[in-house]
Structure formats: C-alpha cells, structure tokens
C-alpha cells in the first residue's frame, strides 16, 4: 500500500505542476465567470421577458453540462495521454516499471492521478460557479446547494469509466498528439450514434455521463437504476481489467 501511494502522489504531482493545466483550470474559472456577466447582463437587458436568464444563470448545475461533455473529457484524455502515451514514447516509462511495485498497481495509480486532478477540477467549478450565483445571480437554497454539490459528486463515476477507456487506448498509441486525435474522434462519434441509433442510448457508456439528472430529478424505477449501474460498472471493470493486461505486457 505504501509503494501505490507513492506512485500515485508522484502520478498527481506530474500533473499538478504542468503550466497547462493550471492553464486548463484557469479557463474553467473564466468561463464561469463569462458565464455569470453574460447571465446578468442578458437578464438586465432582455432576459427575464424571453426566459435567456434561464439559460445563462451562472448556477453549478447551469454551467456543468458544457464542462461535463466539453472540458473534462478533453482533461482526461490530455491527463492519459501525458502519463501513458508521452511516458511511453519518451522512454521514461521504463524508470518507473523498474520500481519495486506491480505493473498493475502503477497503471491504477495513473488512472487514480487523472481522478484526482478531475476531482480538483470539478471542485473548483463548483465552488467558483456557487460564488458567482450567490452574488449575481438567484440565490440557491441550502437544499439547491446540496443537489448541485451531489450532482457534481455523481459525475465522477461516469468520469473514471471515460478515463478507464482513455487510458486503454493510450496504451496502444505511440504518438501523444495522435493518441490525442484519435480519443477525441471515437469520443465525438460515440456521443453522435445514439441520435442515429437511439438503441446505443442505453448501452454506451458516453450516454451516461449526464446521469446525475437521473439520480437528482425524477427518479426512474429501481430495475433501471440497476440497469444503468451494472452497464457503468461493467464498462469500467472490462476497461481497466484489459488496460492493466496489456500494461503489464507491454515493453518499453
């Protein structure tokens, strides 16, 4: 246990102290606040007749789709990407695999440095979207602030699935930019099936990434809450059950 937790602080550190996503978290609190002046002028101006303050109040849950189908994805595949692909192509994976711990338990320390980071992020957002609310927006009760901060919670099981399928395909890659493309265009097209094939809407894990409005909103009925659990879980266990074969098969 003591040498997983030293790989994983090391996995976390790597990205914590790269400018770019310090860079990355400074944009999500830009458009958080982009998002509350352009809510409080458009609310001022025409807003409230036509329903735009609505749209654009700077609530957590107003601002978390956009960066739940948009930003953390892109965070996640930079995060695996940098520490499988890079490390990979850059040869400095090998220094790491040469430590005295499993195959297994460094590729799970990757994966849970990612989480974190996503974690932090999410935070953040979070928190910076309440501030705003409170002072230019409506007001959210002590009941509207706990959905919001559970929504956000319920996100990151949904996340640990996408960076779990991220993190199998970056072990195949051998180019961080091209692993890169190529994540970013199976995301689109799995986001883009279900409107061809409204069946997929049920089966692939990317449709699930906004289930948190089904555990706050109107709940549906216990057999397809089950449902949903067992294809999130089992998506996430045959992801990471496959990355960590190959890891340990892989040479570097």
Not at 11 to 34: H, M, N, P, Q, S
Not at 165 to 183: C, D, E, N, Q
Not at 189 to 215: K, N, Q, Y
Request: glycine share 8%; proline share 4%; charged share 15%.
């Amino acid at each position: 246990m003591r040498l997983f937790y030293a790989a994983y602080r090391n996995e976390t550190d790597k990205l914590i102290r790269r400018k770019k996503y310090i860079v990355f978290l400074i944009l999500g609190i830009a458009i958080c606040l982009i998002w509350a002046i352009g809510g409080s002028l458009l609310s001022d101006v025409i807003g409230r007749n036509i329903g735009l303050f609505i749209v654009l109040t700077p609530t957590p849950m107003g601002v978390l789709p956009f960066f739940l189908q948009v930003l953390l994805p892109l965070l996640i595949f930079m995060g695996v990407t940098d520490l499988i692909t890079t490390e990979g192509a850059e040869h400095t994976m090998k220094a790491m695999i040469f430590r005295p711990i499993e195959r297994w338990k460094l590729y799970g320390a990757k994966l849970l440095g990612v989480m974190t980071y996503v974690a932090f992020y999410l935070a953040c957002i979070f928190t910076i979207s309440l501030i705003f609310n409170q002072t230019m927006g409506r007001a959210l009760s002590f009941i509207g602030m706990w959905e919001a901060f559970a929504s956000y919670a319920l996100t990151l099981p949904t996340l640990a699935v996408l960076a779990t399928f991220a993190a199998l395909i970056a072990l195949l890659g051998r180019s961080g930019s091209l692993t890169m493309f190529i994540l970013v265009v199976l995301y689109m097209v799995m986001s883009v099936m279900p409107v061809f094939i409204p069946i997929l809407s049920e089966l692939l894990f990317t449709s699930f990434l906004g289930w948190h409005r089904l555990w706050i909103g109107v709940r549906p009925d216990a057999s397809r809450l089950m449902h949903m659990l067992i294809i999130v879980a089992g998506y996430g266990v045959v992801f990471f059950v496959a990355g960590t074969l190959i890891f340990d098969k892989k040479e570097y």
